[in-house]
Structure formats: structure tokens, C-alpha cells
């Protein structure tokens, strides 16, 4: 079975940082493309962060220069370093990736920024 799993969210406070781990049976990584995504309550899902499979990064302007997504080929896993982290940050973090045009999604997440 192909799973797509989010680990390493919680409650912090602003300017904090957090890493968030998405490891996966069933997929290769390195072979393909892999996103971040987060939804707040009310709000769209968000593109954050992608990688490719050539280990090109994308990010959306509202985190770019404090987030930073990651590939450990050997563990088979994505990571998405977040730093500075701000209230607006809070949301649920899904990890995404697209196979024969079938999309993926872990079950995500829960990051909490808050005083």
C-alpha cells in the first residue's frame, strides 16, 4: 500500500522552529516531486515548498527565507525546516507527491504557533 506519512508537528512559540518529517512506503523520493502543503481552519490548502526530483526548490513568498525543504535519499524522506516561525504559520502541514496522475496526500500534520 502507498502511504505518504507527516510526523513532527506540535505547539511552539513565534520565532521557534519546528521540523516536519514525510516518509513514505511505496514511493521513491528521489525520482520524483514532492511538495509541501498547509490548510489553516477557513483558509485554502496552500502550496508551501516543492522539490524535484533534480533537487530544484520552490516556496511560496509568504515563508521563503525561513522554510527550507529537504531530501534524505537513504531514509526515504522529506523534510520541511521551518524557522521563524509566526502565528499565520499555524495550520495543518500535508505532504503531497503525484504518480501517474493520481495525487497523494499524507494525512498531516498539526503545527500550532502561538504566545
Known amino acids: 500500500q502507498v502511504q505518504l506519512v507527516e510526523s513532527g508537528g506540535g505547539l511552539v512559540q513565534p520565532g521557534e522552529s519546528l521540523r516536519l518529517s514525510c516518509a513514505s512506503t511505496g514511493f521513491i523520493f528521489r525520482i520524483r516531486t514532492v511538495d509541501w502543503y498547509r490548510q489553516a481552519p477557513g483558509n485554502q490548502r496552500e502550496l508551501v515548498a516543492t522539490?524535484?526530483?533534480?533537487?530544484?526548490?520552490r516556496y511560496a513568498d509568504s515563508v521563503k527565507g525561513r522554510f527550507t525543504i529537504s531530501r534524505d535519499d537513504a531514509k526515504n524522506t522529506v523534510y520541511l525546516e521551518m524557522n521563524r516561525l509566526k502565528p499565520e504559520d499555524s495550520a495543518v502541514y500535508f505532504c503531497h507527491t503525484v504518480r501517474q496522475g493520481l495525487d497523494y496526500w499524507g494525512q498531516g500534520t498539526q503545527v500550532t504557533v502561538s504566545s
Open positions: 522539490l524535484t526530483s533534480s533537487s530544484l526548490t
